[in-house]
């Protein structure tokens, strides 16, 4: 029912800042918990942040706290996630995912409704 895609990621330095957007359609959206993922080849799919549908709550893994700022935009059908102080070890195909269960998604398990397709970020040293 909900399809969401990511955009904005590319290659920085680090040090630098990126500011990924997913765009999401489905008439459920604004009701939906938000959530960013990330994975890297041989790596399991890890918990980044995630957002309420009210912008009431958010969470964020303790690697990326006070670097990375989850927010979304019902009116527009968009979640962001802007991430600051960029390391290497953020290098990452970045995914949004979207699910009613606001509890589940906050976990942080990736067994959650919807996914995009991803976006790479990579950050040179």
């Known amino acids: 029912q909900v399809q969401l895609v990511e955009s904005g990621g590319g290659l920085v330095q680090a040090g630098a800042s990126l500011r990924l957007s997913c765009a999401a359609s489905?008439?459920?959206?604004?009701?939906?918990?938000m959530g960013w993922f990330r994975q890297a080849p041989g790596k399991e799919r890890e918990f980044v942040a995630a957002i309420t549908w009210s912008i009431a709550g958010t969470r964020y893994a303790d690697s990326v706290k006070g670097r990375f700022t989850i927010s979304r935009d019902n009116a527009k059908n968009t979640v962001y996630l802007q991430m600051n102080s960029l390391k290497p070890e953020d290098t990452n195909v970045y995914y949004c995912?979207?699910?009613?269960?606001?509890?589940?998604?906050?976990?942080?398990?990736?067994?959650?409704?919807?996914w995009g397709k991803g976006t790479l970020v990579t950050v040179s040293s």
């Open positions: 489905g008439r459920t959206f604004s009701r939906y918990a």
């Open positions: 995912a979207a699910d009613p269960r606001e509890l589940l998604l906050f976990s942080g398990s990736p067994s959650v409704s919807y």
